[in-house]
Protein backbone atom coordinates (compact mmCIF):
# COMPACT_ATOMS: atom_id res chain seq x y z
CA UNK A 1 0.00 0.00 0.00
CA UNK A 2 1.50 3.22 -1.56
CA UNK A 3 -1.15 5.87 1.22
CA UNK A 4 -3.15 4.65 3.53
CA UNK A 5 -5.41 7.09 5.70
CA UNK A 6 -6.75 5.80 9.23
CA UNK A 7 -9.30 8.12 10.94
CA UNK A 8 -8.32 11.29 9.92
CA UNK A 9 -10.10 14.46 11.25
CA UNK A 10 -9.23 17.91 11.13
CA UNK A 11 -11.36 20.73 13.16
CA UNK A 12 -11.31 24.17 12.96
CA UNK A 13 -12.35 25.81 15.75
CA UNK A 14 -16.34 24.36 15.90
CA UNK A 15 -16.04 23.18 12.52
CA UNK A 16 -15.11 19.44 11.74
CA UNK A 17 -13.74 19.61 8.29
CA UNK A 18 -13.02 16.17 8.47
CA UNK A 19 -14.58 13.43 9.99
CA UNK A 20 -13.15 10.08 10.91
CA UNK A 21 -11.81 9.73 7.11
CA UNK A 22 -9.77 6.81 6.45
CA UNK A 23 -8.72 5.68 2.66
CA UNK A 24 -5.58 4.04 1.14
CA UNK A 25 -3.91 3.91 -2.68
CA UNK A 26 -2.29 1.69 -3.90
CA UNK A 27 0.77 2.28 -6.89
CA UNK A 28 -0.44 3.20 -9.97
CA UNK A 29 -3.62 3.59 -8.29
CA UNK A 30 -5.99 6.41 -9.63
CA UNK A 31 -8.31 7.82 -7.00
CA UNK A 32 -10.97 10.53 -7.27
CA UNK A 33 -12.13 12.29 -4.19
CA UNK A 34 -15.71 13.22 -5.45
CA UNK A 35 -17.87 15.05 -3.47
CA UNK A 36 -20.04 18.50 -3.36
CA UNK A 37 -18.07 21.98 -2.47
CA UNK A 38 -17.20 22.19 1.25
CA UNK A 39 -17.46 18.41 1.71
CA UNK A 40 -13.78 18.07 2.85
CA UNK A 41 -11.56 17.31 -0.09
CA UNK A 42 -9.44 20.29 -0.31
CA UNK A 43 -8.67 20.13 3.45
CA UNK A 44 -8.02 16.07 3.37
CA UNK A 45 -5.59 16.80 0.51
CA UNK A 46 -3.90 19.41 2.25
CA UNK A 47 -3.33 17.21 4.91
CA UNK A 48 -2.08 14.82 2.76
CA UNK A 49 0.58 17.08 1.22
CA UNK A 50 1.67 17.89 4.67
CA UNK A 51 0.45 20.82 4.71
CA UNK A 52 -2.12 21.29 7.29
CA UNK A 53 -1.64 19.31 10.39
CA UNK A 54 -4.08 17.08 11.36
CA UNK A 55 -6.30 17.24 14.29
CA UNK A 56 -6.20 13.72 14.55
CA UNK A 57 -5.37 10.36 12.82
CA UNK A 58 -2.48 8.52 11.06
CA UNK A 59 -1.41 8.72 7.92
CA UNK A 60 1.05 6.14 6.63
CA UNK A 61 3.11 6.83 3.33
CA UNK A 62 5.70 4.29 1.68
CA UNK A 63 5.35 2.25 4.59
CA UNK A 64 6.29 4.94 7.13
CA UNK A 65 4.19 7.25 9.64
CA UNK A 66 3.66 10.60 8.03
CA UNK A 67 4.65 12.52 4.65
CA UNK A 68 7.69 12.71 2.92
CA UNK A 69 7.60 15.65 0.80
CA UNK A 70 10.14 14.96 -1.21
CA UNK A 71 8.07 12.09 -2.61
CA UNK A 72 5.01 13.59 -3.77
CA UNK A 73 3.71 16.28 -6.29
CA UNK A 74 1.04 18.27 -5.10
CA UNK A 75 -1.34 20.78 -7.14
CA UNK A 76 -3.65 23.03 -5.16
CA UNK A 77 -7.03 24.52 -6.75
CA UNK A 78 -5.48 27.72 -8.17
CA UNK A 79 -1.82 27.37 -8.51
CA UNK A 80 0.23 30.45 -7.81
CA UNK A 81 3.63 30.92 -8.68
CA UNK A 82 6.12 33.99 -8.25
CA UNK A 83 5.02 35.87 -11.43
CA UNK A 84 8.63 37.80 -12.23
CA UNK A 85 9.87 34.43 -12.84
CA UNK A 86 9.93 32.59 -15.86
CA UNK A 87 8.46 28.97 -16.38
CA UNK A 88 11.70 27.72 -16.72
CA UNK A 89 13.03 29.51 -13.73
CA UNK A 90 10.37 28.18 -11.40
CA UNK A 91 11.27 24.87 -12.30
CA UNK A 92 14.58 25.27 -11.84
CA UNK A 93 13.44 26.69 -8.65
CA UNK A 94 11.55 23.84 -7.38
CA UNK A 95 13.89 21.37 -9.00
CA UNK A 96 16.34 22.42 -6.63
CA UNK A 97 14.27 22.15 -3.51
CA UNK A 98 13.37 18.98 -4.02
CA UNK A 99 17.41 17.67 -4.17
CA UNK A 100 16.98 17.19 -7.96
CA UNK A 101 21.02 16.89 -8.90
CA UNK A 102 22.44 19.98 -10.63
CA UNK A 103 23.40 17.68 -13.62
CA UNK A 104 20.19 16.19 -14.02
CA UNK A 105 17.92 19.67 -13.63
CA UNK A 106 18.09 20.94 -16.96
CA UNK A 107 17.46 18.27 -18.92
CA UNK A 108 14.86 17.16 -16.51
CA UNK A 109 12.89 21.03 -16.93
CA UNK A 110 13.25 20.66 -20.60
CA UNK A 111 11.41 17.13 -20.29
CA UNK A 112 8.31 18.47 -18.09
CA UNK A 113 8.18 21.77 -20.37
CA UNK A 114 7.59 19.51 -23.17
CA UNK A 115 5.15 17.04 -21.56
CA UNK A 116 2.84 20.09 -20.60
CA UNK A 117 3.42 21.81 -23.75
CA UNK A 118 5.11 24.68 -22.64
CA UNK A 119 8.12 24.91 -24.50
CA UNK A 120 7.38 28.08 -26.60
CA UNK A 121 6.55 30.22 -23.45
CA UNK A 122 9.23 28.84 -21.39
CA UNK A 123 11.08 32.27 -21.47
CA UNK A 124 7.93 34.24 -20.57
CA UNK A 125 7.04 35.68 -17.39
CA UNK A 126 4.67 33.66 -15.45
CA UNK A 127 2.59 36.95 -14.34
CA UNK A 128 1.25 36.90 -18.20
CA UNK A 129 0.01 33.37 -18.41
CA UNK A 130 -3.43 32.45 -18.39
CA UNK A 131 -5.11 30.33 -16.27
CA UNK A 132 -4.38 26.79 -18.75
CA UNK A 133 -0.93 27.53 -18.65
CA UNK A 134 -0.72 27.85 -15.21
CA UNK A 135 -2.40 24.96 -14.03
CA UNK A 136 0.28 23.08 -17.01
CA UNK A 137 2.71 24.79 -15.40
CA UNK A 138 1.74 23.42 -11.91
CA UNK A 139 1.69 19.68 -13.22
CA UNK A 140 5.13 20.09 -14.64
CA UNK A 141 6.62 21.17 -10.97
CA UNK A 142 4.38 18.44 -9.63
CA UNK A 143 6.01 16.03 -11.87
CA UNK A 144 9.73 17.81 -12.10
CA UNK A 145 10.87 15.67 -8.56
CA UNK A 146 9.55 12.06 -10.09
CA UNK A 147 6.87 11.62 -7.18
CA UNK A 148 5.19 8.58 -6.19
CA UNK A 149 2.61 9.89 -5.48
CA UNK A 150 0.54 13.11 -7.55
CA UNK A 151 -1.95 14.76 -5.29
CA UNK A 152 -4.40 17.51 -7.26
CA UNK A 153 -6.86 19.55 -5.96
CA UNK A 154 -9.87 19.90 -8.72
CA UNK A 155 -7.65 19.78 -11.93
CA UNK A 156 -10.01 20.73 -14.15
CA UNK A 157 -12.71 22.17 -12.51
CA UNK A 158 -10.97 25.91 -13.71
CA UNK A 159 -9.92 24.91 -16.82
CA UNK A 160 -12.12 25.26 -20.76
CA UNK A 161 -13.26 22.34 -22.41
CA UNK A 162 -9.79 21.83 -24.53
CA UNK A 163 -7.73 22.73 -21.55
CA UNK A 164 -9.94 19.89 -19.26
CA UNK A 165 -9.69 17.20 -22.32
CA UNK A 166 -6.05 18.08 -22.66
CA UNK A 167 -5.29 17.56 -18.58
CA UNK A 168 -7.42 14.70 -18.21
CA UNK A 169 -5.39 12.96 -21.37
CA UNK A 170 -2.11 14.22 -19.41
CA UNK A 171 -3.69 12.21 -16.06
CA UNK A 172 -4.33 9.27 -18.60
CA UNK A 173 -1.13 9.13 -19.45
CA UNK A 174 0.43 9.41 -15.56
CA UNK A 175 -1.46 6.53 -13.93
CA UNK A 176 0.64 3.94 -15.57
CA UNK A 177 3.99 5.76 -13.63
CA UNK A 178 2.17 6.94 -10.60
CA UNK A 179 -0.50 6.62 -7.99
CA UNK A 180 -2.68 9.67 -8.59
CA UNK A 181 -4.96 11.32 -5.76
CA UNK A 182 -7.12 13.89 -6.71
CA UNK A 183 -10.30 15.89 -5.95
CA UNK A 184 -13.16 16.93 -8.09
CA UNK A 185 -16.63 17.79 -7.65
CA UNK A 186 -17.51 16.43 -11.38
CA UNK A 187 -18.84 13.14 -11.54
CA UNK A 188 -17.84 12.81 -15.33
CA UNK A 189 -14.22 13.47 -14.69
CA UNK A 190 -14.04 11.04 -11.91
CA UNK A 191 -15.84 8.54 -13.90
CA UNK A 192 -13.28 9.35 -16.92
CA UNK A 193 -9.68 8.81 -15.40
CA UNK A 194 -10.27 7.63 -11.84
CA UNK A 195 -9.99 3.37 -10.87
CA UNK A 196 -11.47 3.81 -7.32
CA UNK A 197 -13.91 6.81 -6.33
CA UNK A 198 -14.23 7.76 -2.98
CA UNK A 199 -17.33 10.21 -2.22
CA UNK A 200 -17.21 12.52 0.97
CA UNK A 201 -20.24 14.03 2.44
CA UNK A 202 -19.38 16.58 5.45
CA UNK A 203 -15.98 15.61 5.95
CA UNK A 204 -16.99 11.84 5.80
CA UNK A 205 -16.78 8.64 3.20
CA UNK A 206 -20.28 8.41 2.01
CA UNK A 207 -19.35 5.47 -0.62
CA UNK A 208 -16.03 3.67 -2.07
CA UNK A 209 -15.20 1.93 -4.72
CA UNK A 210 -15.68 1.24 -8.74
CA UNK A 211 -17.73 3.56 -9.38
CA UNK A 212 -19.21 1.08 -12.41
CA UNK A 213 -20.04 -0.56 -9.38
CA UNK A 214 -21.35 2.50 -7.84
CA UNK A 215 -24.06 2.45 -10.90
CA UNK A 216 -25.13 -0.88 -10.56
CA UNK A 217 -25.63 -0.61 -6.64
CA UNK A 218 -28.51 1.10 -7.69
CA UNK A 219 -30.69 -1.68 -6.40
CA UNK A 220 -34.08 0.86 -7.32
CA UNK A 221 -36.21 0.50 -10.40
CA UNK A 222 -37.89 3.45 -12.27
CA UNK A 223 -40.78 2.92 -14.91
CA UNK A 224 -42.85 5.83 -16.22
CA UNK A 225 -46.79 4.41 -17.01
CA UNK A 226 -48.94 6.31 -19.35
CA UNK A 227 -52.65 5.04 -19.73
CA UNK A 228 -55.80 5.87 -21.16
CA UNK A 229 -57.49 5.40 -18.13
CA UNK A 230 -57.28 6.98 -14.08
CA UNK A 231 -54.53 4.84 -11.94
CA UNK A 232 -54.81 6.93 -8.88
CA UNK A 233 -56.90 4.67 -6.63
CA UNK A 234 -55.66 1.32 -7.21
CA UNK A 235 -51.48 1.89 -8.52
CA UNK A 236 -51.40 4.20 -5.08
CA UNK A 237 -51.93 0.68 -2.95
CA UNK A 238 -50.02 -2.03 -5.12
CA UNK A 239 -47.54 -3.54 -2.47
CA UNK A 240 -44.22 -3.90 -4.63
CA UNK A 241 -43.34 -0.22 -5.12
CA UNK A 242 -41.38 1.66 -3.24
CA UNK A 243 -42.46 4.91 -4.18
CA UNK A 244 -44.95 5.92 -6.46
CA UNK A 245 -45.26 10.10 -8.13
CA UNK A 246 -48.60 10.53 -9.77
CA UNK A 247 -47.67 13.24 -12.61
CA UNK A 248 -51.07 13.22 -13.89
CA UNK A 249 -54.43 11.16 -13.17
CA UNK A 250 -53.57 9.11 -16.00
CA UNK A 251 -49.59 9.50 -15.72
CA UNK A 252 -47.24 7.99 -12.89
CA UNK A 253 -43.56 7.43 -11.86
CA UNK A 254 -43.07 4.18 -9.92
CA UNK A 255 -40.28 3.16 -8.31
CA UNK A 256 -40.19 -0.61 -7.74
CA UNK A 257 -38.64 -2.57 -5.25
CA UNK A 258 -37.02 -5.27 -7.57
CA UNK A 259 -36.57 -5.59 -11.50
CA UNK A 260 -38.86 -8.48 -11.39
CA UNK A 261 -42.10 -7.07 -10.11
CA UNK A 262 -42.44 -4.94 -13.76
CA UNK A 263 -43.27 -7.87 -15.15
CA UNK A 264 -46.11 -8.03 -12.51
CA UNK A 265 -46.77 -4.46 -12.65
CA UNK A 266 -47.79 -4.94 -16.12
CA UNK A 267 -49.61 -8.13 -15.69
CA UNK A 268 -51.78 -6.31 -13.33
CA UNK A 269 -52.19 -3.58 -15.82
CA UNK A 270 -53.69 -6.65 -18.16
CA UNK A 271 -55.80 -7.89 -15.46
CA UNK A 272 -57.59 -4.84 -14.43
CA UNK A 273 -58.08 -4.12 -18.04
CA UNK A 274 -55.85 -1.10 -18.29
CA UNK A 275 -55.10 0.40 -21.81
CA UNK A 276 -51.24 1.33 -21.35
CA UNK A 277 -50.61 3.64 -23.98
CA UNK A 278 -46.76 4.13 -22.95
CA UNK A 279 -44.71 2.04 -21.07
CA UNK A 280 -40.71 3.30 -20.04
CA UNK A 281 -38.39 1.78 -18.56
CA UNK A 282 -36.05 4.69 -16.87
CA UNK A 283 -32.15 4.02 -17.08
CA UNK A 284 -30.29 3.99 -14.09
CA UNK A 285 -27.80 6.64 -14.58
CA UNK A 286 -24.90 7.41 -12.41
CA UNK A 287 -25.81 10.81 -11.30
CA UNK A 288 -29.19 9.13 -9.79
CA UNK A 289 -26.82 6.48 -7.86
CA UNK A 290 -24.89 9.18 -6.97
CA UNK A 291 -27.56 11.54 -5.56
CA UNK A 292 -28.76 8.15 -3.98
CA UNK A 293 -25.72 7.38 -2.44
CA UNK A 294 -25.46 11.46 -1.33
CA UNK A 295 -28.86 11.72 0.27
CA UNK A 296 -28.77 7.97 1.95
CA UNK B 1 21.90 23.79 2.99
CA UNK B 2 21.18 23.69 -0.09
CA UNK B 3 17.16 24.35 0.16
CA UNK B 4 18.71 27.64 1.77
CA UNK B 5 20.76 28.59 -0.52
CA UNK B 6 17.98 27.95 -3.42
CA UNK B 7 15.56 30.26 -1.21
CA UNK B 8 18.18 33.22 -0.28
CA UNK B 9 19.18 33.44 -4.46
CA UNK B 10 15.15 34.14 -4.95
CA UNK B 11 15.19 36.49 -2.52
CA UNK B 12 18.01 38.66 -4.31
CA UNK B 13 16.48 37.85 -7.42
CA UNK B 14 13.02 39.08 -6.54
CA UNK B 15 14.42 42.19 -4.78
CA UNK B 16 16.46 42.97 -8.33
CA UNK B 17 13.27 42.32 -10.22
CA UNK B 18 11.03 44.09 -7.97
CA UNK B 19 13.94 47.21 -7.99
CA UNK B 20 13.74 46.94 -4.34
CA UNK B 21 17.58 46.37 -4.41
CA UNK B 22 17.55 49.81 -6.41
CA UNK B 23 14.65 52.36 -4.75
CA UNK B 24 15.10 51.38 -1.04
CA UNK B 25 19.19 52.53 -1.10
CA UNK B 26 17.26 55.45 -3.28
CA UNK B 27 14.74 56.57 -0.86
CA UNK B 28 17.30 56.18 2.12
CA UNK B 29 20.13 58.06 0.76
CA UNK B 30 17.62 61.05 0.68
CA UNK B 31 16.45 60.43 3.86
CA UNK B 32 20.29 60.25 5.39
CA UNK B 33 21.38 63.32 2.22
CA UNK B 34 18.48 65.90 3.71
CA UNK B 35 19.65 66.22 6.40
CA UNK B 36 23.31 68.37 6.12
CA UNK B 37 21.97 69.84 2.89
CA UNK B 38 19.00 71.15 5.04
CA UNK B 39 21.01 72.39 8.16
CA UNK B 40 23.53 73.61 5.77
CA UNK B 41 21.02 76.09 4.14
CA UNK B 42 18.78 76.57 7.35
CA UNK B 43 19.75 79.99 7.72
CA UNK B 44 19.32 80.97 3.60
CA UNK B 45 15.89 79.14 4.03
CA UNK B 46 15.04 80.92 6.87
CA UNK B 47 15.98 84.67 5.13
CA UNK B 48 14.04 83.49 2.08
CA UNK B 49 10.51 82.54 3.40
CA UNK B 50 10.57 86.50 4.30
CA UNK B 51 7.79 87.30 6.84
CA UNK B 52 11.15 89.02 8.68
CA UNK B 53 11.22 92.89 9.69
CA UNK B 54 13.73 94.66 7.74
CA UNK B 55 16.99 94.26 9.56
CA UNK B 56 16.75 91.20 11.35
CA UNK B 57 19.89 89.01 12.00
CA UNK B 58 19.98 85.49 11.22
CA UNK B 59 22.39 84.10 13.44
CA UNK B 60 22.74 80.36 13.14
CA UNK B 61 25.94 78.57 14.68
CA UNK B 62 27.34 76.30 12.36
CA UNK B 63 27.11 72.78 14.07
CA UNK B 64 29.50 70.41 14.49
CA UNK B 65 30.17 67.86 12.00
CA UNK B 66 29.35 65.28 14.34
CA UNK B 67 25.88 67.12 15.37
CA UNK B 68 24.99 66.71 12.07
CA UNK B 69 25.44 63.10 11.75
CA UNK B 70 23.97 63.06 15.21
CA UNK B 71 21.14 64.36 13.44
CA UNK B 72 21.06 62.66 10.59
CA UNK B 73 20.33 59.10 12.90
CA UNK B 74 17.56 61.19 14.70
CA UNK B 75 16.10 61.73 10.96
CA UNK B 76 16.45 57.60 10.51
CA UNK B 77 14.44 56.85 14.03
CA UNK B 78 11.41 58.46 12.30
CA UNK B 79 11.79 58.27 8.97
CA UNK B 80 14.17 55.24 8.51
CA UNK B 81 12.19 52.79 10.80
CA UNK B 82 9.36 53.66 8.96
CA UNK B 83 10.97 52.38 5.54
CA UNK B 84 12.05 49.30 7.23
CA UNK B 85 8.57 48.71 8.20
CA UNK B 86 7.17 49.29 4.42
CA UNK B 87 9.92 47.35 2.88
CA UNK B 88 9.99 43.88 4.94
CA UNK B 89 6.05 44.22 5.54
CA UNK B 90 4.71 42.23 2.84
CA UNK B 91 7.18 39.57 2.03
CA UNK B 92 5.67 36.67 3.60
CA UNK B 93 2.09 37.93 3.58
CA UNK B 94 1.75 38.55 -0.65
CA UNK B 95 3.37 35.13 -0.53
CA UNK B 96 0.90 33.46 1.63
CA UNK B 97 -2.02 35.17 0.22
CA UNK B 98 -0.91 34.93 -3.58
CA UNK B 99 -0.70 31.07 -2.62
CA UNK B 100 2.84 31.10 -4.10
CA UNK B 101 3.79 29.64 -0.03
CA UNK B 102 1.98 26.44 -0.50
CA UNK B 103 3.57 25.15 -3.79
CA UNK B 104 7.22 25.62 -1.60
CA UNK B 105 6.14 23.92 1.05
CA UNK B 106 4.57 21.18 -0.42
CA UNK B 107 8.45 20.37 -0.96
CA UNK B 108 10.97 19.42 1.35
CA UNK B 109 11.13 22.59 2.90
CA UNK B 110 11.70 23.82 6.72
CA UNK B 111 9.98 26.73 8.72
CA UNK B 112 13.90 27.47 8.86
CA UNK B 113 14.91 27.23 5.91
CA UNK B 114 11.96 29.74 4.83
CA UNK B 115 12.42 32.11 7.35
CA UNK B 116 16.03 32.22 7.46
CA UNK B 117 16.49 33.03 3.55
CA UNK B 118 14.06 36.45 3.81
CA UNK B 119 15.27 36.94 7.43
CA UNK B 120 19.28 37.45 5.88
CA UNK B 121 18.79 38.41 2.63
CA UNK B 122 16.96 41.40 3.86
CA UNK B 123 19.32 41.98 6.76
CA UNK B 124 22.01 42.34 4.12
CA UNK B 125 19.69 44.23 1.75
CA UNK B 126 18.72 46.93 4.59
CA UNK B 127 22.58 47.31 6.14
CA UNK B 128 23.73 47.94 3.44
CA UNK B 129 21.36 50.21 1.95
CA UNK B 130 21.73 52.09 5.43
CA UNK B 131 25.60 52.07 5.35
CA UNK B 132 25.60 53.59 1.89
CA UNK B 133 22.88 56.51 2.63
CA UNK B 134 25.01 57.43 6.22
CA UNK B 135 28.06 57.38 3.81
CA UNK B 136 26.42 59.77 1.78
CA UNK B 137 25.36 61.54 4.90
CA UNK B 138 28.93 61.82 5.81
CA UNK B 139 30.25 62.66 2.76
CA UNK B 140 28.27 65.88 2.82
CA UNK B 141 28.84 66.63 6.06
CA UNK B 142 32.87 66.38 6.03
CA UNK B 143 32.68 68.99 2.75
CA UNK B 144 30.01 71.27 4.15
CA UNK B 145 30.72 71.29 7.63
CA UNK B 146 33.84 69.71 9.69
CA UNK B 147 35.41 66.44 9.45
CA UNK B 148 34.15 63.51 11.93
CA UNK B 149 36.73 60.75 12.42
CA UNK B 150 35.98 57.61 10.74
CA UNK B 151 36.30 55.87 13.53
CA UNK B 152 33.20 57.42 14.97
CA UNK B 153 31.18 57.08 11.57
CA UNK B 154 32.02 53.30 11.57
CA UNK B 155 31.53 52.65 15.32
CA UNK B 156 28.13 54.80 15.50
CA UNK B 157 26.87 53.07 11.58
CA UNK B 158 27.47 49.68 13.51
CA UNK B 159 25.45 50.56 16.33
CA UNK B 160 22.60 52.03 14.75
CA UNK B 161 22.97 48.46 12.49
CA UNK B 162 21.26 46.94 15.44
CA UNK B 163 18.12 48.50 15.70
CA UNK B 164 17.25 48.87 12.18
CA UNK B 165 17.71 44.61 12.14
CA UNK B 166 15.52 44.89 15.45
CA UNK B 167 12.91 46.40 13.63
CA UNK B 168 13.26 44.55 10.63
CA UNK B 169 13.08 41.10 13.09
CA UNK B 170 9.95 42.19 14.65
CA UNK B 171 8.31 43.20 11.36
CA UNK B 172 9.28 39.93 10.11
CA UNK B 173 7.80 37.71 13.39
CA UNK B 174 4.71 40.08 13.27
CA UNK B 175 4.56 39.04 9.28
CA UNK B 176 3.83 35.37 10.23
CA UNK B 177 1.17 35.80 12.04
CA UNK B 178 -1.25 38.64 10.10
CA UNK B 179 -2.36 38.21 6.76
CA UNK B 180 -3.21 42.11 5.74
CA UNK B 181 -0.30 44.34 4.77
CA UNK B 182 -1.54 47.06 6.44
CA UNK B 183 -2.33 45.24 10.19
CA UNK B 184 1.59 44.25 10.20
CA UNK B 185 3.10 47.78 9.42
CA UNK B 186 0.46 49.10 11.54
CA UNK B 187 1.43 46.81 14.59
CA UNK B 188 5.11 46.69 13.77
CA UNK B 189 5.35 50.54 13.68
CA UNK B 190 3.29 50.54 17.20
CA UNK B 191 5.83 48.18 18.42
CA UNK B 192 8.51 50.39 17.57
CA UNK B 193 7.61 53.59 18.58
CA UNK B 194 6.50 52.18 22.12
CA UNK B 195 9.84 50.48 22.96
CA UNK B 196 11.15 53.90 22.04
CA UNK B 197 8.98 55.82 24.07
CA UNK B 198 9.50 53.88 26.76
CA UNK B 199 13.34 53.91 26.06
CA UNK B 200 13.48 57.75 26.91
CA UNK B 201 10.59 57.49 30.00
CA UNK B 202 11.99 54.68 31.74
CA UNK B 203 15.68 54.60 30.53
CA UNK B 204 16.41 53.22 34.09
CA UNK B 205 14.44 50.20 33.42
CA UNK B 206 14.90 49.90 29.37
CA UNK B 207 18.84 49.40 29.14
CA UNK B 208 18.47 46.53 27.35
CA UNK B 209 16.65 48.16 24.84
CA UNK B 210 17.28 48.30 21.11
CA UNK B 211 16.01 51.62 20.86
CA UNK B 212 18.93 52.67 23.14
CA UNK B 213 21.14 51.70 19.90
CA UNK B 214 20.22 54.97 18.19
CA UNK B 215 21.00 57.07 21.74
CA UNK B 216 23.98 55.16 22.16
CA UNK B 217 25.21 55.93 18.59
CA UNK B 218 24.67 59.73 18.91
CA UNK B 219 26.36 59.70 22.19
CA UNK B 220 29.43 57.96 20.64
CA UNK B 221 29.31 60.52 17.72
CA UNK B 222 29.42 63.75 20.06
CA UNK B 223 31.61 62.30 22.73
CA UNK B 224 34.13 59.40 21.39
CA UNK B 225 32.49 57.72 24.11
CA UNK B 226 29.67 54.77 24.64
CA UNK B 227 28.86 56.16 28.43
CA UNK B 228 27.72 53.29 30.87
CA UNK B 229 25.87 49.76 30.14
CA UNK B 230 27.01 49.92 26.75
CA UNK B 231 28.22 45.95 26.24
CA UNK B 232 24.82 45.12 28.58
CA UNK B 233 22.60 46.34 25.91
CA UNK B 234 24.49 45.64 22.68
CA UNK B 235 24.37 41.72 24.39
CA UNK B 236 20.45 42.34 25.20
CA UNK B 237 19.85 43.49 21.92
CA UNK B 238 21.46 40.71 19.82
CA UNK B 239 19.64 38.38 22.57
CA UNK B 240 16.57 39.73 21.42
CA UNK B 241 16.51 39.76 17.86
CA UNK B 242 17.61 36.22 17.74
CA UNK B 243 14.82 35.29 19.92
CA UNK B 244 12.62 37.37 17.48
CA UNK B 245 14.32 35.21 15.32
CA UNK B 246 13.35 31.98 16.44
CA UNK B 247 9.94 33.15 17.25
CA UNK B 248 9.16 34.19 13.72
CA UNK B 249 9.80 30.32 13.24
CA UNK B 250 7.71 28.83 15.43
CA UNK B 251 4.87 31.35 14.66
CA UNK B 252 5.14 30.18 11.33
CA UNK B 253 5.26 26.91 11.72
CA UNK B 254 1.93 27.07 13.58
CA UNK B 255 0.51 29.44 11.43
CA UNK B 256 1.03 27.27 8.17
CA UNK B 257 0.32 23.86 9.68
CA UNK B 258 -3.41 25.51 11.25
CA UNK B 259 -4.83 27.43 8.33
CA UNK B 260 -3.83 26.98 4.85
Known sequence: MLLAVNQLTKKFKQHTAVDELSLAVKEKECVALLGPNGSGKTTTLNMLAGLLKPTSGEIFFMGKRGIDRSRIGYLPQYPAFFSWMTAREYLHFAGKLSHIPKKALSSKVDEMLAFVGLEDEKNKRIGGFSGGMKQRLGIAQALLHEPKLLILDEPVSALDPEGRRDVLQMMQQLKRKLAILFSTHVLHDAEQVCDRTVILKDGKVKWSGDLNALKQTGRQVKCVLHAEAKLKPWLSSIPYAAKVHFRSATCAEITLQHERDRMRLLKDCVAREIDVTHFEMKKHSLEDAYLEVMNE | ?260
Open chain 2, 1 to 260: MKIFLTLFQKEWLEAWRDKKLLWLPIVMILTAVSQPIALYYMADVLEGAGNLPEGSVIEIPLPSGEEVLASTLSQFDIIGTAIVVLSVMGIISHERSSGALALVMARPVAALHYIASKWLAYAFILIFSFTVSYGFAYYYTIHLFQGVSLGRFFASSAIYCLWILFVMAVTLTVGTMIKKTGGIAGVSLLLAAGLSLLSSLFPEYMKWSPANASRKANQFLLTGEWGDAFYPAVIASSFLIMGLFMLAILLFKRFESCTA
